[in-house]
Antibody
């Protein structure tokens, strides 16, 4: 049973860099798309971007200038970096797996609440 | 970006009754080469990540009860819960994955009347 385990910095000050990592435990890494999605407290879902095992990325234009998603296939891990954070970046961040084109997201990490506060 | 608009924002349904949630996209999410609609439905319960219910607009994910069904094509889609159970209380989201950036509807909260 594949699980996504995620970790990273939970409390940041404005202008700092958010850094999260997600590991796929117990299954193959190749052949899937790996995404990050966030959800501000009490609000809806926002797709941040995706990467495949080859390192090909696709970002939401609203965040593209601040986002980097990378992959380490030797560890079955992928990571998110979001720089110059503000309070508006406070959210639960989820890592996810998909089998595009059919299934956009079939597996979610547990979520990490990242708070940006001075 | 494709804008996804769900209706209603919330609804209250009696146990055993039908619940219907609509999702409208600002442009078609039907991919002509394979005739599939790139539209998915998710269920989110408090404190949990969302769970995939339906993909390709009408294909039920493995393990999802058959009281959940998806329909529609092009720009108009519907998620139907045929007989609402207590465990179905949640927020439901539609997602288009036809074009980047993927975009979600704002969510529909389903409660028991």
């Amino acid at each position: 049973q594949v699980q996504l385990q995620q970790w990273g910095t939970r409390l940041l000050k404005p202008s700092e860099t958010l850094s999260l990592t997600c590991a796929a435990k117990g299954g193959s890494f190749n052949g899937y798309y790996w995404s990050w999605i966030r959800q501000p407290p009490g609000k809806g879902l926002e797709w941040i971007g995706e990467i495949n095992h080859s390192g090909s990325t696709n970002y939401n234009p609203s965040l593209k200038s601040r986002v980097t998603i990378s992959v380490d296939t030797s560890k079955n891990q992928f990571s998110l970096k979001l720089n110059s954070v503000t309070a508006a970046d406070t959210a639960v961040y989820y890592c996810t797996r998909g089998t595009v084109p059919a299934v956009p997201i079939d597996l979610w990490g547990q979520g990490t609440l990242v708070t940006v506060s001075s | 970006d494709i804008v996804m608009t769900q209706s209603p924002d919330s609804l209250a349904v009696s146990l055993g009754e039908r619940a219907t949630i609509n999702c409208k996209s600002s442009q078609s999410v039907l991919y002509s080469s394979n005739s599939e609609n790139y539209l998915a439905w998710f269920q989110q319960k408090p404190g949990q990540p969302p769970k995939l219910l339906i993909y390709w607009a009408s294909t039920r994910e493995s393990g999802v009860p058959d009281r959940f069904s998806g329909s529609g094509s092009g720009t108009d889609f519907t998620l139907t819960i045929s007989s609402l159970q207590a465990e179905d209380v949640a927020v439901y989201y539609c997602l288009q994955y036809y074009s980047s950036p993927w975009t979600f509807g704002q969510g529909t909260k389903v409660e028991i009347k």
